[in-house]
């Protein structure tokens, strides 16, 4: 499903136009610099539950050395926070099924 799609179900769902309910997918998982719910609250250090569904949170990954596959040099990699979503035990039983 893409973002079009959702919007589409959203609108029929909650009784709205496609363009609101395409303005509330934006507001809520926008990625651009100061949008989105998720993103600005990530950016901050912060995580979001969703109750039933799962977490969006920030984790972070240590420097490390690795190995170029191609020459076999080691090469140093550097530390790196990025997101991640953990989910509930809701969904994973729904999708299990």
Known sequence: MNKT???QKLAKKADITQAKAVEIIDDIFSSKPGEGIIAVELDAGGRVAVSGFGTFETRHRK???GRNPATGATIS???TTYAAFKPAKGLKDRIAD
């Open 5 to 7: 799609e959702m919007a």
């Open 63 to 65: 420097a490390r050395m």
């Open 77 to 79: 990699i550097g530390a």
